[in-house]
């Protein structure tokens, strides 16, 4: 047992390490390519989608894995409610990110890129259903890879968009370069 928790410790050290390398990168890069207000503006598009990530959550994670962890045979029915209820919540703080940025004067200028970006919360649901399964299953490096792929994917499409595209530099381009990060 003691290997596997030390494997699992290492594997979740190396890869919370690749993220806040790629995500040191990542923020030069960003604050190079946007400015102070562009770069506010992202990070505020970012806080926002992470406030509507954990509202969709609700702290779900932590039962659905003690509860799976208890009983091995209903892991498939928890794994499958998990989902659902994940992707339900999702749905609906998708819609009422919606309605938000078309209600509140002063989401409008910002409304494309928030709502390229609140597709994310559907792709960022499915990601922390897996890591129920990956974190009953002891399976940490999946989760660790899963989230080194996408800080470093969404890394490698700025460094593209820097370098090759920068007439195409916007906040809606960058926030769409962050979805289909998440989703590859």
Same mark, same amino acid.
């Not at 209820?85 to 990110?97: D, M």
């Not at 309605?99 to 890129?113: E, K, N, R, W, Y």
């Given at each position: 047992?003691?290997?596997?928790?030390?494997?699992?410790?290492?594997?979740?050290?190396?890869?919370?390490?690749?993220?806040?390398?790629?995500?040191?990168?990542?923020?030069?890069?960003?604050?190079?390519?946007?400015?102070?207000?562009?770069?506010?503006?992202y990070?505020?598009?970012?806080?926002?989608l992470?406030?509507f990530?954990?509202?969709?959550?609700?702290?779900?994670?932590?039962?659905?894995?003690?509860?799976?962890?208890?009983?091995?045979?209903?892991?498939?029915?928890?794994?499958?409610?998990?989902?659902?209820?994940?992707?339900?919540?999702?749905?609906?703080?998708?819609?009422?990110?919606?309605?938000?940025?078309?209600?509140?004067?002063?989401?409008?200028?910002?409304?494309?890129?928030?709502?390229?970006?609140?597709?994310?919360?559907?792709?960022?649901?499915?990601?922390?259903?897996?890591?129920?399964?990956?974190?009953?299953?002891?399976? /940490?490096? @999946?989760?660790?890879?899963?989230?080194? +792929?996408?800080?470093?994917? !969404? #890394? &490698?499409? *700025?460094?593209? =968009? /820097?370098? @090759?595209?920068?007439?195409?530099?916007? +906040?809606?381009?960058?926030? !769409? #370069? &962050?979805? *289909?990060?998440? =989703? /590859?």
């Amino acid at each position: 047992m003691f290997p596997e928790i030390a494997k699992n410790t290492i594997v979740q050290i190396l890869g919370r390490g690749g993220v806040v390398l790629t995500t040191i990168i990542t923020t030069a890069l960003l604050t190079r390519l946007l400015g102070t207000a562009g770069y506010g503006n992202y990070i505020f598009i970012i806080s926002l989608l992470m406030f509507f990530v954990t509202i969709s959550d609700w702290g779900t994670s932590l039962i659905f894995i003690r509860e799976a962890s208890k009983k091995e045979e209903d892991q498939p029915l928890f794994f499958g409610n998990a989902l659902l209820l994940r992707l339900s919540s999702s749905i609906f703080c998708l819609f009422f990110i919606v309605i938000l940025v078309a209600i509140a004067p002063g989401l409008q200028a910002l409304s494309v890129p928030i709502q390229i970006v609140s597709l994310t919360l559907i792709l960022i649901s499915l990601k922390t259903s897996s890591s129920i399964v990956f974190q009953t299953k002891l399976r /940490f490096e @999946f989760m660790a890879m899963v989230d080194v +792929l996408i800080s470093s994917t !969404f #890394l &490698f499409c *700025l460094v593209f =968009l /820097f370098f @090759f595209a920068k007439n195409f530099l916007n +906040l809606s381009t960058i926030m !769409f #370069l &962050f979805l *289909l990060s998440n =989703l /590859f």
